[in-house]
Nanobody, 123 residues
């Protein structure tokens, strides 16, 4: 089993910054990709940014130039630096990871979600 634990959410004024962290734990052999999604009330969950094992990144158009995703492979941790926050960034942010872990039956693919962390941006 693989678990993802997020931290760093909170309340911030428009124009402010927050940094989210997500640490993966378990019998992980490798992580192919890690990413951040968000879900605002009444809306579908959407991709914010992701980062692949080769460090290639992908961002939603709405956050380009304001958010930066990075990862520490040694710690199986992904970060999301959020600058110039806007009220429309308010949502629950979820971490996601996919890769291979070592189960009782040998290597096995996994896809995991964190529990979510609330980000609220006041105007």
């Amino acid at each position: 089993q693989v678990q993802l634990v997020e931290s760093g959410g909170g309340l911030v004024q428009a124009g402010g910054s927050l940094r989210l962290s997500c640490a993966a734990s378990g019998s992980i052999l490798s992580i192919n990709a890690m990413g951040w999604y968000r879900q605002a009330p009444g809306k579908q969950r959407e991709l914010v940014a992701d980062i692949r094992s080769g460090s290639s990144t992908n961002y939603a158009d709405s956050v380009k130039g304001r958010f930066t995703i990075s990862r520490d492979n040694a710690k199986n941790t992904v970060y999301l630096q959020m600058n110039s926050l806007k009220p429309e960034d308010t949502a629950v942010y979820y971490c996601n990871a996919g890769g291979i872990y070592y189960s009782n039956y040998g290597p096995h693919n996994f896809g995991a979600w964190g529990q979510g962390t609330q980000v609220t941006v006041s105007s």
